[in-house]
């Protein structure tokens, strides 16, 4: 098992982007958690800074320690329910960008493979083919938006929400993150300072008023 060498970044300790008396929107950077782990020294994150701020702050879903970008927080009980209703019944839209090694040849494509741990090796995570069982299907969108002199940006879409689920969709249709040191090979790895994935916009319904919300934070993978 790789070895979680967790230094969260103090600066910017919190970057929140919108608040109400109903939920919170933070721009996470890259390297915290969104919740805190098991050990002590993983107390530091998205959601215990928050509630230092605003204590009755709960969690509403999660991004990898490694991806950066905007996330939502509930301030009530019936504000978490609403807002988990919404992404388990996929009512809620994500977008990310991801640059990833070499050039991906279609312009947009669906990659539908179904995720399940990779028992042998936790806590990663594997495709399964057709004819597998014992995952949970999985669908994500893409859509390349630049083709640079190595790599690809590319706009991503899920439309489920699995454990690492477009880093292995993206490793599957053979073009890792960069700098994705679980799934990444050494080149991909020494490719980015930091995994290049971000989550750009989330789109929701306010769980009090009904009306629709959007919210952005633009990728740092400019060249």
Same mark, same amino acid.
């Given at each position: 098992?790789?070895?979680?060498?967790?230094?969260?970044?103090?600066?910017?300790?919190?970057?929140?982007?919108?608040?109400?008396?109903?939920l919170?929107?933070?721009? =996470?950077p890259?390297?915290?958690?969104?919740?805190p782990?098991?050990?002590?020294?993983?107390?530091?994150?998205?959601?215990? *800074?928050?509630?230092?701020?605003?204590?009755?702050?709960?969690?509403?879903?999660?991004?990898?320690?490694?991806?950066?970008?905007?996330?939502?927080?509930?301030?009530? =009980? =019936?504000?978490?329910?609403?807002?988990?209703?919404?992404?388990?019944? *996929?009512?809620?839209?994500?977008?990310?960008?991801?640059?990833?090694?070499?050039?991906?040849?279609?312009?947009?494509?669906?990659?539908?493979?179904?995720?399940?741990?990779?028992?042998?090796?936790?806590?990663?995570? =594997?495709?399964?083919?057709a004819?597998?069982?014992?995952?949970?299907?999985?669908?994500?969108?893409?859509?390349?938006?630049?083709?640079?002199?190595?790599?690809?940006?590319?706009?991503?879409?899920?439309?489920?929400? *699995?454990?690492?689920?477009?880093?292995?969709?993206?490793?599957?249709?053979?073009?890792?993150?960069?700098?994705?040191?679980?799934y990444?090979?050494?080149?991909?790895?020494?490719?980015?300072?930091?995994?290049?994935?971000?989550?750009?916009?989330?789109?929701?319904?306010?769980?009090y008023?009904?009306?629709?919300?959007?919210?952005?934070?633009?990728?740092?993978?400019?060249?």
């Amino acid at each position: 098992m790789q070895i979680f060498d967790y230094q969260p970044p103090a600066v910017p300790w919190l970057d929140i982007r919108y608040k109400d008396r109903d939920l919170i929107i933070i721009n =996470k950077p890259s390297g915290l958690l969104s919740n805190p782990g098991r050990a002590a020294h993983t107390f530091d994150c998205a959601l215990t *800074r928050l509630q230092t701020l605003y204590p009755e702050t709960i969690l509403v879903h999660r991004l990898d320690c490694a991806t950066s970008g905007i996330m939502v927080f509930a301030r009530n =009980k =019936k504000a978490e329910s609403h807002l988990k209703t919404q992404f388990q019944d *996929r009512q809620s839209k994500k977008v990310y960008i991801a640059e990833v090694m070499g050039h991906v040849p279609q312009e947009q494509g669906m990659i539908d493979l179904a995720i399940a741990p990779d028992t042998e090796h936790p806590p990663y995570q =594997k495709t399964l083919q057709a004819g597998e069982t014992g995952g949970k299907s999985a669908l994500t969108y893409y859509r390349v938006l630049e083709r640079r002199e190595n790599s690809t940006l590319v706009e991503l879409s899920p439309e489920t929400g *699995r454990t690492h689920q477009l880093r292995v969709h993206m490793l599957a249709l053979g073009h890792a993150i960069l700098g994705d040191e679980f799934y990444g090979d050494a080149e991909v790895i020494k490719a980015a300072p930091r995994l290049c994935l971000h989550a750009q916009s989330l789109s929701l319904t306010h769980p009090y008023s009904a009306k629709p919300l959007f919210f952005s934070s633009k990728h740092p993978f400019s060249e």
